[in-house]
């Protein structure tokens, strides 16, 4: 059931993971996991995130329960091959906010025999599949669906609720603007 382990790992090749899931379902925490293990086994492991998200430090991975790693900023996903030089594994955190580009770059990473951990959002705000995880999902090889608790009514959660009016697509983390809700109790915002 678990994904990638110590006992099932492949060998002499590269591969790709994707955890995605609505926020706060434990998307970077479990990519801190898998790479603190790959640490442990005293792998090269190199991190990467977006520039937009600057919510916290900006040179580490955090979660909402406040576990980080240190983490490089890149504007365009294509600084990360220039980046990886001989780390065995990548990890990458809210890709969906990497342009298109992400998926060539964790392809090639991949080929080159490298370890890819790909953690973001498969929805926007609206329900909507947030590319580029959805493409990032089907050449992948290892998907997790991590799902959050709803605030409102205890269930398991797969969406991302909007709690203000703004309609633009990427309204970075600002507190209280987001919260993990099922499908019942998910309200798609209104079109404007
Ligand atoms: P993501 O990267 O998916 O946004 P994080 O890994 O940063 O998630 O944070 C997950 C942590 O957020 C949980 O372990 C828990 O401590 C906290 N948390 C806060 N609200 C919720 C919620 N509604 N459901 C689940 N976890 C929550
Ligand atoms: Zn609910």
């Given at each position: ?22 926020m ?28 937009i998200d600057n919510r916290y ?7 909402h ?29 809210e ?75 990427v309204v970075v983390g600002a507190r209280?603007v987001y ?14």
């Amino acid at each position: 059931m678990d994904v990638v382990n110590i006992h099932n790992m492949p060998q002499k090749t590269g591969w790709i993971e994707v955890i995605c899931g609505c926020m706060y379902s434990g998307k970077t925490e479990e990519l801190i996991r898998r790479l603190r293990r790959a640490q442990i086994a005293k792998q090269n492991v190199i991190i990467f995130k977006p520039k937009i998200d600057n919510r916290y430090s900006s040179n580490q991975i955090v979660s909402h329960s406040e576990q980080s790693l240190p983490s490089i900023v890149v504007d365009s996903p294509l600084e990360i091959l220039a980046l990886v030089k001989d780390a065995q594994v990548i990890g990458i955190d809210e890709a969906q906010f990497f342009s298109k580009e992400i998926i060539e770059v964790c392809e090639q990473l991949a080929d080159q025999g490298k370890r890819v951990l790909v953690a973001g959002l498969d929805q926007d705000y609206r329900g909507r599949p947030f590319e580029p995880i959805p493409q990032l999902l089907a050449i992948a090889e290892y998907i997790t669906k991590t799902l959050a608790i709803c605030v409102v009514c205890g269930n398991p959660a797969d969406r991302t609720q909007r709690t203000t009016e703004q309609h633009e697509l990427v309204v970075v983390g600002a507190r209280g603007v987001y919260e993990a809700r099922c499908r019942k109790c998910f309200v798609p915002p209104s079109e404007e």
